[in-house]
């Protein structure tokens, strides 16, 4: 046998394994998938949680929720929160603080809070009256119906038609 076809079979055994061997390769991948999936999930449970400690402290602030059980439902949020936290770590290694899983999720709620009440404090009368007159104005170029004679639909500010020029006052 020459030189050349001996590279020859060698080059083919070599696709041959590659090929063989990349189905090992893609099933690591799925199994990272599987892992990225959890953590989108259990980032979801955690956004849920958060918002619903939001939730209870304002229904405490408004006095919908009774003083002796408010304690024993935050606690309960703050367990559920905690445990998220901790499955979150297990499969996010990373470079962890010291704060426990528990101050994690009050701090992330304080700051949800401090965002909603700093955006709806931001706007001024000024500007609210401005986005009235804007919506109003708005308002009033919208569809008012349909033509009597041709069916299209007409604005409210039409006097006539536009496809067919029928007087619509």
């Known amino acids: 046998m020459e030189l050349g076809s001996l590279f020859l079979i060698l080059a083919v055994f070599i696709i041959v394994g590659m090929y063989l061997y990349l189905p ?8 990272s998938n599987v892992d990225m999936h959890e953590v989108s999930t259990l980032k979801a449970e955690r956004d849920r949680v958060i918002n619903s ?7 405490f602030k408004l006095g919908k929720v009774p003083a002796e059980d ?15 936290l901790r499955k979150l770590d297990e499969l996010e ?10 101050s994690r999720i ?8 401090a965002d909603a009440s700093s955006a709806a404090a931001e706007i001024s009368d000024d500007d609210l009256e401005a986005m009235i007159a804007a919506r109003r104005k708005q ?14 639909p ?3 500010t039409d006097q006539f038609c536009p496809s067919c020029g029928k007087s619509l006052k």
């Open 24 to 31: 090992f390769t893609v099933r690591t991948r799925r199994v």
């Open 139 to 152: 308002h009033k170029s919208k569809p008012a119906g349909f033509c009597p004679s041709c069916g299209k």
């Open 70 to 84: 408010y304690p024993e439902q935050r606690a309960e949020l703050l367990k559920k929160g905690a445990e998220i």
């Open 93 to 102: 290694p990373r470079v962890s603080s010291a704060r426990n899983a528990e």
């Open 106 to 113: 009050e701090t992330a709620a304080a700051a949800k809070r």
């Open 53 to 59: 400690l939001q939730e209870l402290d304002f229904d």
């Open 154 to 156: 007409v604005l409210a």
